[in-house]
């Protein structure tokens, strides 16, 4: 279905060619007006007009802004031996196409969201984050706008903190009130308002994925994060969480992907503390050595590949070596963005030139589109 299909509304008849005039006028049931498509002065569109006599026109108008009036620029044809239609009583005008510049401000438009502070969502505790005061977002249509904190905050124990697991912050109208739900329930694209929406509701816009990890009470809590708008997207980096010595979210909690990792051909992982539809994941990756005089390279990527064992050669994301003169001791190569070809899936494998080496690899965090 195009952004146009939909558009449809009632006006006065004007008089001889004059503009059809909708500026007093509503939505038809299940219809969209003019102006929800048209937001520029000067952008164009085909219509079709008809009365209740069955007048018919068909013809290119041009829109105007401010008087949210379309004017008759070209008549293509009409029951009026192509000439403009002389109206009577109540016109129905829709939309039949719409040209390239109205479609992109239109697109554009649909998918606005803004925030007044890059670090937009805010960890507030265990059981609750905020989106941050000062925003703009469309939502199913409806622009929502904020100048306080949003606040959600759960229970331990209950969904959505019942769990181990990724979770996303949806963004939805309260009878035009902006409000967060925090849900398990992954996001799905939405092709008609061109945003990331929980699956089967467009009432509600993802704009956030955090992770809940257990201790061993066991109390469920949301890992601490730091969130940066970036625009159309989102990164958000997961802390080290320490609760005491059992307790440490890089250990137990899902941080870590791979640990002891030997495999020596490119072996799949799953990046099981990011949301479903990111982009990236924020790697940190470490060689670790077995005895003195280790020698390895570790290479990691989004897609698999081909080699004789030769990872410096053939991987094509992220490649490390490491030299390790003492014995178990660990190399670390600071952290990267690595893209994702298919969700929630990466690959690695050590090349081991001396000793044996193996792999320690994390999931610091994540880039989501928004």
């Not at 000067?42 to 018919?56: E, I, P, R, W």
């Not at 398990?184 to 704009?207: F, G, Q």
Request: charged content about 15%; proline content about 3%.
């Amino acid at each position: 279905m195009e952004y146009f299909d939909l558009v449809e509304q009632e006006c006065p008849a004007p008089t001889g060619s004059a503009a059809f005039d909708f500026s007093s006028s509503g939505a038809l049931t299940g219809r969209f007006t003019f102006d929800s498509r048209l937001t520029t002065t000067g952008q164009t569109c085909t219509y079709t007009a008809k009365d209740a006599s069955g007048n018919v026109e068909t013809g290119l108008g041009t829109w105007n802004e401010t008087a949210k009036t379309l004017a008759r620029t070209t008549i293509y044809s009409s029951s009026n031996g192509g000439a403009a239609e002389s109206f009577s009583g109540t016109v129905t005008v829709a939309m039949d196409w719409l040209s390239d510049d109205a479609k992109n401000a239109y697109v554009t438009a649909r998918r606005h969201i803004h925030f007044e502070s890059s670090r937009y969502v805010t960890y507030v505790s265990p059981t609750s984050i905020k989106i941050n005061g000062g925003g703009q977002v469309i939502v199913n249509s409806e622009l929502l706008e904020w100048s306080s904190d949003i606040t959600w905050s759960g229970t331990s124990g209950v969904a959505p903190l019942a769990a181990d697991g990724v979770v996303y912050g949806y963004l939805y109208s309260n009878s035009g009130t902006p409000a967060l739900e925090v849900s398990t329930t992954a996001p799905e694209w939405d092709s008609a308002n061109r945003y990331w929406r929980k699956t089967s509701d467009s009432t509600r816009r993802c704009v956030w994925a955090g992770y809940v990890w257990a201790t061993t009470t066991p109390t469920y809590r949301i890992v601490p994060f730091t969130a940066v708008w970036r625009g159309d997207d989102a990164e958000i980096f997961f802390d080290t969480e320490y609760v005491d010595a059992s307790n440490q979210y890089k250990l137990v909690g899902g941080m870590t992907m791979v640990l002891g990792g030997a495999a020596t051909t490119a072996t799949s992982f799953t990046i099981s503390n990011i949301a479903t539809h990111a982009s990236h994941w924020w790697c940190s990756a470490k060689i670790v050595s077995g005895a003195v005089n280790t020698d390895g390279i570790l290479g990691i990527s989004d897609k698999s590949w081909t080699s004789s064992g030769n990872v410096g050669s053939f991987c094509s994301r992220y490649t490390v070596r490491a030299y390790n003169p003492g014995s178990s001791s660990k190399t670390f190569f600071g952290r990267t963005w690595i893209p994702i070809s298919t969700a929630n899936t990466a690959y690695y494998a050590v090349q081991t030139n001396a000793g044996t080496p193996t792999a320690e690899i994390e999931s610091a965090g994540q880039r989501i589109p928004l």
